[in-house]
């Protein structure tokens, strides 16, 4: 397909576990953010990779997150010990430019941790 | 501190109707973009409308126009023509290209479209 591409589309899973979410961006965009959302609010800012390297992960909570984009495309946001605070939709986005940021957004991966 | 503020958590219109959808900012950067983007129910984020802040003109994109006002800090949408389809959460966005390019987003606007 020709957007961005997330999966599990829905995870749940127990207190304590290990997660991983997959985000396939846009070919060609270089410019790659992890972002969360939780109920009524707006997206909040977790990593942003330009390339295979995070230039900025302030927006990571704790050092349970993690986050890798070993190839310059595909990125895996990796959540251990998870607590149900991190129960929330993740949403992933790629942009074609520096210079005006847009961003083409996927359709997130739900999860809920019991 | 929050740097993009929606105050409207609701707003209503009647179909064919114009709504504008405020949204303020705050930054001490001189150089930044702004961007309007759509939650549709379904949950996919769409980018409606960019704004630079050297722009002169305020960016229009089909029905959506961006009513840029710099001094204000403003940068409120104006949906012209409003469409049942139009019915969603509605965000306001900024990044701020002298600094970390991150984009940060408002908590957002929910608008009802009525027939």
């Known amino acids: 397909g020709a957007g961005v591409s997330q999966t599990p589309s829905n995870k749940v899973t127990e207190k304590g576990k290990y997660v991983e979410l997959r985000c396939d961006p846009i070919s060609g965009h270089t410019a790659l953010y992890w972002y969360r959302q939780s109920l009524g609010q707006g997206p909040e800012f977790l990593i942003y990779f330009q390339g295979t390297g995070a230039a900025d992960d302030s927006g990571l909570p704790n050092d349970r997150f993690f986050a890798v984009r070993p190839e310059g495309s595909v990125s895996t946001l990796k959540i251990q010990r998870t607590e149900r605070g991190d129960s929330a939709v993740y949403l992933c986005?790629?942009?074609?430019?520096?210079?005006?940021?847009?961003?083409?957004f996927g359709e997130g991966s739900r999860l809920t941790v019991l | 501190a929050q740097k993009i503020t929606q105050t409207q958590p609701g707003m209503f219109v009647q179909e064919k109707e114009a709504v504008t959808l405020d949204c303020t900012y705050d930054t001490s950067d001189p150089s930044y973009g702004l961007f309007w983007y759509k939650q549709p129910s379904s949950g996919e984020m769409i980018f409606l409308i960019y704004?630079?802040?050297?722009?002169?003109q305020n960016a229009t994109e089909g029905r959506y126009s961006l009513n840029f006002q710099k001094a204000r800090k403003s940068a409120n949408l104006v949906i012209s023509a409003s469409q049942l389809g139009d019915s969603a959460m509605y965000f306001c966005a900024m990044r701020e290209t002298g600094g970390s390019y991150i984009p940060t987003f408002g908590r957002g606007t929910s608008l009802i479209v009525h027939p």
């Open positions: 986005a790629s942009s074609p430019s520096r210079i005006t940021g847009e961003l083409f």
């Open positions: 704004q630079g802040s050297y722009d002169q």
